[in-house]
């Protein structure tokens, strides 16, 4: 059996997939409306991740494990969220 150097492997490492989990969440979309839009305002799980995106200013997720610059504003953007979570629960 023959397989492809990227078959069964998860693009991105933990911070990327950890993104791409928060993205898919209804309660992170909710995080980044209550920071960055007004109240009433709803995303999708497609306009999270390209939000996500701007602000770590990558243009692929799987970056943020490699780029000094989006890992922290990523870290940044988690400790956002970890504070919103505690208060919102």
């Given at each position: 059996m023959?397989?492809?150097p990227s078959a069964g492997k998860t693009k991105g490492g933990a911070l990327a997939r950890l993104a791409g989990?928060?993205?898919q969440d209804e309660r992170f979309r909710r995080f980044?409306?209550?920071k960055y839009y007004a109240a009433g305002t709803s995303l999708s799980a497609e306009q999270a991740a390209d939000l996500l995106r701007k602000l770590?200013?990558?243009g692929?997720?799987?970056?943020?494990?490699t780029n000094q610059t989006a890992?922290?504003?990523?870290?940044?953007?988690r400790?956002?969220?970890m504070a919103w979570s505690g208060e919102n629960s």
């Open positions: 023959t397989t492809t989990l928060w993205c980044l409306v209550s770590c200013g990558v692929s997720r799987a970056e943020i494990d890992r922290k504003a990523f870290l940044q953007i400790s956002w969220y």
